[in-house]
């Protein structure tokens, strides 16, 4: 038997945990709130379902329940306690674009880093400390989603204005979406398949654009925070600030309810005027909805507009890449990106695009004969967070 790890992954509204042997899933535990209660969804590796109802009420009262569930359900035992507890942290700073072993001086960035997130850190420091509490033998592994951007170059890092003001208050491009990057450069090298100059569409519920030399990263769409680049599910992409601070001048907003809405009221949700859904824009734009058509063609636009700026940041392309759910389940959107990038030497294969095979296998070329490779990739960012815990460890 292998080591026990536990993934965490907390959310405003729910909160997500995974148990692994080693590698090897063993069972997920979604708490949601049902009614004003607090749910859990049982999901083991047979993806057989069981729903439990913790007696709690709140949704930080998770963690002081999770011992008492994979104790009931035979997952741990006294003989088999947890190895590890791993995290993903996403939060800006220097300090946070490296892994670490939660200790104090952790927390106390962490606190730090609060002011500087109020919408991530909070959530993910407030779960670190129950963790601390219900499982205090147990390390914890706090993995950054932005290592794998850390070390590209100072230019892309920078906005534009004064660079000691920017160093000192550590206001940079960090970039995120590492973790998910990070493993589709790890497997494609594994398939001697990585190329020279790549770009990675991570197309998800949230959604980045990153450029990769040599399997290292170049330059990345999101910034400071995950709001910048793309247009995502519910979070509005690049804007100009004076445009939002026009609207939160609108709206009769303060600065935490503004990044509130062009974080989770924006995006797809906000311009289709209906769902954050991509699956259920393209079912509403196929009956004639026009919020919903000129919400599937603008986020079609942005994707495009930052695979542009990628390739210039790499001075050409080798291959494509199109990953994470909307990007492995979607060959409507795959289509729709690549109409417009015939210039770059890219033109789909309309049957491999369509074939069950993309999205389900870990690779598939669904470039046309001629065309520079497109591939479809399965990401694994769980992975990709054991195998560094495990590392740093």
Not at 68 to 92: C, Q
């Amino acid at each position: 038997m292998g080591k026990l790890i536990l993934i965490a992954n907390p959310g405003s509204a729910s909160r997500k945990y995974a148990l692994y042997d080693s590698s090897e899933f063993l069972c997920a535990l979604h708490f949601e709130y049902e009614d004003g209660q607090v749910i859990c969804t049982l999901r083991d590796a047979e993806d057989r379902e069981k729903v439990l109802r913790p007696d709690i009420d709140d949704m930080g009262d998770t963690v002081g329940k999770l011992r008492e569930i994979l104790l009931g359900e035979k997952y741990m035992s006294d003989a088999r306690p947890l190895s590890m507890i791993v995290v993903r942290i996403v939060a800006p700073g220097e300090y946070f674009a490296a892994d670490h072993v939660v200790d104090d001086e952790f927390l106390e960035r962490l606190e730090v880093a609060k002011q500087r997130a109020p919408l991530h850190v909070p959530v993910v420091a407030a779960e670190i400390n129950h963790f601390r509490r219900s499982f205090s033998a147990v390390p914890i592994v706090a993995v950054s989603d932005s290592a794998f951007h850390a070390d590209r170059p100072e230019l892309m890092k920078y906005y534009a204005f004064d660079t000691e003001l920017a160093d000192e208050a550590e206001i940079k491009r960090y970039g995120y979406h590492g973790l998910s990057v990070g493993y589709v450069v790890d497997l494609m090298r594994k398939q001697n398949i990585l190329s020279e100059k790549l770009v990675v569409c991570h197309i998800g519920s949230g959604s980045s654009v990153t450029a990769v030399f040599g399997g290292r990263s170049m330059d990345t769409s999101m910034g400071y925070s995950p709001l910048e680049g793309l247009m995502m599910a519910t979070r509005a992409g690049s804007m100009d600030v004076a445009a939002a601070a026009a609207l939160k001048r609108e709206l009769g907003l303060d600065d935490e309810g503004l990044l509130e809405y062009l974080n989770k009221k924006a995006g797809l949700l906000g311009v289709s005027g209906a769902s954050d859904d991509m699956r259920e824009v393209l079912k509403k734009r196929e009956l004639g909805d026009l919020r919903a058509a000129f919400a599937h063609a603008l986020y079609i636009y942005r994707i495009q507009s930052l695979i542009g700026q990628m390739v210039a940041s790499l001075g050409g392309i080798d291959g494509l890449v199109f990953t994470a759910t909307i990007g492995e389940r979607s060959d409507d959107v795959r289509r729709a990106v690549v109409q417009k990038l015939a210039y770059l030497g890219l033109y789909l294969d309309g049957e491999k695009n369509g074939s069950p095979e993309a999205g389900q296998k870990p690779v598939v070329n669904i470039g046309a004969e001629g065309s520079k490779p497109i591939y479809v990739t399965k990401t694994d960012e769980t992975a990709e967070m054991i195998r560094r815990a495990v590392t740093l460890i």
